[in-house]
């Protein structure tokens, strides 16, 4: 059942187990497998139906440090959250953005990707993907990936019949949780904002914070002011951990042959380190993104090759009347490090309409980001030249240290980190389970949860994680 207003869902004496905030990729999907379990579930959606200014108004905020996007810019604030306008990149985090690494801080998840790989056939189901294809080496350094191009599913738009049709699913829209209330053991109820004005308390035997990679941290420390942390007994780590993933173009590609990649329908193909590189180099996971050249940038590029790199000119004479040559840009986005100072903090100055502080948040790349960056331009370079597939140029920028352009792409709009998960209390907020630590009914969905970002799209993690989560709690919930 849909319900647009809480008045609407308050009439129906819909009496839930489950509450569920958000009713984004994470908060639909683990609606869904509890509906599948027969476990009466309620999902309060702060939006409406559709993209409204004062929505939206919601999630404006400001960030220190490092240039970043406008907060009400890069995400969505109404029923199916962002997916209303991701990509649809997808990709699983790899088997080592799991693992420890003892050259960066922080790393390391209590769950390995084997716990989540049995939800992957769901995960396609839900994105509508084709299978996903094994990794395959260029060199002992270099993998080509897979990145699939979903058709960018709208989770209202495909989910939103099924959801209207279910009898234990109640998603109650413009219906927004402005605090959670909380005895350090148990959340005790959920402050409602419908309609301009506060709509009282709710309750339910549990709660699952859905909200997204950054209002998760927003709602939760807010809520761990207002009840003296009683929301989250164990808050050091909270807001904290904050990452993205840096995207900017690295360079170009002169290439002796584009066919010696495997390249999808629109000539993009995708490379990242092996784990044995990056303990070698003592970098982070990286992604290059290759994307042919029109034409007329092939000849400007080998122009100015000839001019800065004589014996590259030579070597691409040679391959000009050998093969057929392309050019390539170099998109390159990459893993941050997990640091405490990056964080989410609550605005001591500014307010939204319901009166919740708003978003400071704080961001900033440290000298080990560049250094991936560069190291992984100059790996990909150094691989190209000893299989004799091609020659890398390194944008001038990066060779030289300078700053981070501001009119690049900056970042991927993936807010990850703020409750991440661990068993070390004093660095994560969630165990295992998603479960906030030291408390009984509180669980997190979402990206929020993530201990290390990797270098791919986190959209297809969130949804095995938040499969993962339903049938965890499918087996914990009683009905
Ligand atoms: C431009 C853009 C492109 C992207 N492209 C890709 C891509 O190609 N691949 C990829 O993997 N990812 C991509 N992403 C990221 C992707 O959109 C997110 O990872 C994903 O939507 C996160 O899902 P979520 O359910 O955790 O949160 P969200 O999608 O943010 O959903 C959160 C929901 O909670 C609701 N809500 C918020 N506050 C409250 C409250 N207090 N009470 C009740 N409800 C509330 C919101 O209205 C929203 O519906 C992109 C993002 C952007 C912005």
Excluded at 298 to 316: G, R
Excluded at 327 to 335: K, R, T
């Amino acid at each position: 059942m849909i319900f647009d207003s809480y008045e609407a869902y308050r009439a129906a004496n819909f009496t839930p187990k489950v509450c569920i905030l958000g009713s984004g990729p994470a908060g639909t999907t683990i609606a869904r497998k509890l509906g599948a379990a027969g476990i009466p579930v309620v999902v309060l959606e702060a939006g409406s139906r559709e993209f409204s200014d004062e929505s939206q108004d919601f999630y404006r905020g400001t960030t220190v440090g490092d240039f970043y996007f406008d907060l009400d810019i890069t995400r969505l604030r109404f029923m199916g959250g962002s997916s209303n306008h991701w990509a649809g990149w997808c990709r699983v985090l790899d088997k080592q953005d799991f693992e420890p690494k003892a050259w960066v801080p922080d790393t390391g998840w209590p769950i390995r990707r084997t716990d989540i790989e049995p939800y992957l056939p769901e995960v396609r189901d839900i994105l509508d993907l084709p299978a996903f294809r094994p990794d395959m080496p260029i060199s002992d350094d270099i993998r080509w990936v897979q990145l699939i191009k979903s058709p960018a599913v709208r989770f209202a738009e495909k989910f939103g019949d099924e959801l209207d049709k279910a009898k234990n699913i109640a998603v109650v829209l413009n219906t927004c949780v402005t605090e959670l209330a909380g005895d350090g053991k148990r959340v005790t109820g959920a402050r409602l904002w419908s309609n301009g004005q506060d709509a009282g308390s709710f309750s339910a035997d549990y709660f699952i914070i859905c909200t997204g990679g950054l209002e998760n941290s927003r709602l939760l420390l807010w809520s761990n002011q207002r009840s003296n942390g009683g929301v989250v007994p164990n808050a050091t780590a909270l807001g904290r951990y904050w990452m993205e993933h840096p995207t900017f173009e690295g360079g170009n590609a002169i290439l002796a042959d584009y066919n010696a990649f495997e390249v999808d329908a629109v000539n993009e193909a995708f490379f990242s380190p092996t784990l044995a590189a990056m303990e070698r180099l003592q970098i982070m996971n990286f992604g290059i993104r290759l994307i042919e050249t029109p034409y007329p940038g092939v000849k400007s590029l080998i122009a100015d090759l000839a001019c800065t790199a004589p014996s590259m000119a030579e070597w691409m004479s040679y391959q000009l009347s050998q093969r057929l040559r392309c050019a390539a840009q170099l998109y390159v986005a990459w893993e941050q490090a997990p640091l405490a100072s990056n964080q989410i903090e609550l605005s001591k100055t500014d307010v939204d309409h319901a009166g919740a502080p708003r978003i400071e948040l704080h961001w900033k790349k440290t000298e080990l980001e560049h250094r991936t960056l560069l190291e992984g331009l100059r790996l990909f370079g150094t691989t190209l030249i000893e299989k004799n597939l091609g020659r890398v140029r390194i944008a001038d920028w990066i060779s030289n240290g300078q700053d981070y352009p501001t009119n690049d792409e900056t970042a991927g709009h993936h807010h990850m980190g703020g409750t991440r998960m661990g068993t070390d209390i004093s660095k994560s907020v969630v165990d295992a389970n998603c479960k906030v630590h030291g408390m009984d009914n509180l669980y997190v969905g979402g990206s929020s949860v993530f201990c290390t970002s990797g270098q791919c799209n986190p959209t297809t993690t969130i949804t095995a994680l938040a499969c993962r989560l339903g049938d965890h709690l499918s087996k914990v919930v009683t009905v």
